[in-house]
Nanobody
Framework: QVQLVESGGGLVQAGGSLRLSCAAS????????MGWFRQAPGKEREFVVA????????RYADSVKGRFTISRDNAKNTVYLQMNSLKPEDTAVYYC??????????????????????WGQGTQVTVSS
């Protein structure tokens, strides 16, 4: 069982940076790949990126490529999303999620939100122009 809590969201100006954190409870964090998703009002939930226990990452969504970086610290049971050069279109609620299957399956599998077993409550990111 895994419980996830996101933090680090807030209001920033375009061009600014934020670092999101997702802390996991329990002692089985290293058994899960971790993904970041985001959802803007009226939009479908969008896959951002995921990272496996080894540190291997999936491809980033085209909309964030070159600006966002995912990392994890297994000793601290925490995954991070560093977001630079933020744009107003990045405004959304950001969710972290845990997947046991993503450890073993393809990047396409990891992009499917239906394959994630646990979800955090989300943290709001608002980028003003």
């Amino acid at each position: 069982q895994v419980q996830l809590v996101e933090s680090g969201g807030g209001l920033v100006q375009a061009g600014g940076s934020l670092r999101l954190s997702c802390a996991a409870s329990g002692r089985t964090f290293s058994r899960y790949a971790m993904g970041w998703f985001r959802q803007a009002p009226g939009k479908e939930r969008e896959f951002v990126v995921a990272i496996r226990t080894s540190g291997e990452t999936t491809r980033y969504a085209d909309s964030v490529k070159g600006r966002f970086t995912i990392s994890r610290d297994n000793a601290k049971n925490t995954v991070y999303l560093q977001m630079n050069s933020l744009k107003p279109e990045d405004t959304a609620v950001y969710y972290c999620a845990a997947s046991s299957g993503c450890i073993y399956y393809s990047d396409s599998y990891c992009k499917n939100p239906g394959t994630y077993d646990y979800w955090g409550q989300g943290t709001q990111v608002t980028v003003s122009s």
